[in-house]
T-cell receptor, first 117, second 110 residues
């Protein structure tokens, strides 16, 4: 069973379009994230949600809007896609509190390869 | 804000050679984690270090946490082609989220 699953895995779309990436985790974690990995492999956190509440919102254009309907889901909607949005987007989750380390391990989904043409 | 750096950015080794990547944080860390990302894959957790001066081993991999808890290293002995990938450190300061380093991309020539 996949712990963190995201769809679609591949997405090719034209500039100006709006697209969404969905993410679900079955680990019972309280915290979910979106990371962006560019062509140079830099992993940058975009958003962090804890139990459906936005915790981190890094300097990300407001064309990116995360939505968390419940603590097991965190979707990413992107408006007016630009060429520079082409990247791999990773959904991830972790636990906030625990007793057995490493309880704050980040579990990543398999990634969504977004190509804007 | 907190910054995490890694060197080298790239490393090419012949199979059987050793490999080391170094991670440095601008702030003192409460713990540090290491992740491996295979080509085309996603980052996967390897290990966590918490104590000052801690050393942990996983088969051919040796992880160290510096005495000042601001740096860490990952050493691979006798690399194999299965070691190919990008190795990320992620440092966490008290009350903060993990910040990932830029990664070291390892290629192993057979």
């Amino acid at each position: 069973d996949t712990a963190v699953s995201q769809t679609p895995k591949y997405l090719v779309t034209q500039m100006g379009n709006d697209k969404s990436i969905k993410c679900e985790q079955n680990l019972g974690h309280d915290t979910m994230y979106w990371y962006k990995q560019d062509s140079k492999k830099f992993l940058k956190i975009m958003f962090s949600y804890n139990n459906k509440e936005l915790i981190i919102n890094e300097t990300v254009p407001n064309r990116f809007s995360p939505k968390s309907p419940d603590k097991a889901h965190l979707n990413l909607h992107i408006n007016s896609l630009e060429l520079g949005d082409s990247a791999v987007y990773f959904c991830a989750s972790s636990q906030v509190f625990g007793t057995d380390p490493p309880w704050d391990t980040i579990y990543f989904g398999e990634g969504s390869w977004l190509t804007v043409v | 804000g907190q910054q995490v750096m890694q060197i080298p950015q790239y490393q090419h080794v012949q199979e059987g050679e050793d490999f080391t990547t170094y991670c440095n944080s601008s702030t003192t860390l409460s713990n540090i984690q290491w992740y491996k990302q295979r080509p085309g894959g996603h980052p996967v957790f390897l290990i966590q270090l918490v104590k000052s001066g801690e050393v942990k081993k996983q088969k051919r991999l040796t992880f160290q946490f510096g005495e000042a808890k601001k740096n860490s290293s990952l050493h691979i002995t006798a690399t194999q082609t299965t070691d190919v990938g990008t190795y990320f450190c992620a440092g966490k300061a008290d009350g903060q989220n993990f910040v990932f380093g830029p990664g070291t991309r390892l290629s192993v020539l057979p």
